[in-house]
């Protein structure tokens, strides 16, 4: 209905998190991405299920457990230039195709990213 969350309309955990986990898959492989990631992903994507949970409208599991997402401010400590924000988009892109999410919600999804990830840019440059 009209009144369904993005979280519902892809059919909630199950959905995010297949999506989650394939676009850590990606990430790992990224030659733009894998540098500035830990190897191990597992909490990261723990982290990014809990908060793409609540940024699509469901439970507030993100902050829950770890207080307000500041998610600017966490991405501090990493270099992240426009090429990185592409770079983490373009795998967003692959995950979301090869999970099969589609349609009205996955643009309404995709551009609320687009936004997002260019907000995280904190570093203007690629070359320095
Ligand atoms: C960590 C979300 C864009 C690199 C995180 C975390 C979240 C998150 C929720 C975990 C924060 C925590 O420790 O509690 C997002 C969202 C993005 C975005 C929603 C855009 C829509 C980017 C981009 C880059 C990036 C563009 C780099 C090109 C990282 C790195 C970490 C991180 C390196 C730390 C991983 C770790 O230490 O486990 N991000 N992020 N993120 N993000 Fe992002």
Not at 5 to 23: H, N, R
Not at 46 to 52: A, S
Request: glycine share 6%; charged share 25%.
């Amino acid at each position: 209905s009209e009144h369904q969350t993005p979280y519902d309309a892809i059919g909630g955990a199950e959905l995010l998190s297949k999506l989650v986990d394939t676009f850590y898959d990606k990430v790992s492989r990224h030659p733009e991405l894998a540098p500035i990631f830990p190897d191990d992903l597992t909490e990261t994507a723990r982290k990014q299920k809990q908060f793409l949970t609540q940024f699509l409208g469901g439970p507030t599991l993100y902050s829950d457990e770890h207080g307000h997402p500041m998610l600017r401010a966490r991405h501090m400590p990493f270099k992240i230039t426009p090429t990185g924000a592409s770079a983490w988009l373009a795998c967003m892109k692959e995950a979301m195709d090869e999970v099969g999410l589609d349609g009205p919600v996955r643009e309404q999804i995709f551009s609320r990213l687009t936004f997002t990830a260019h907000h995280m840019v904190n570093h203007p440059h690629d070359t320095e």
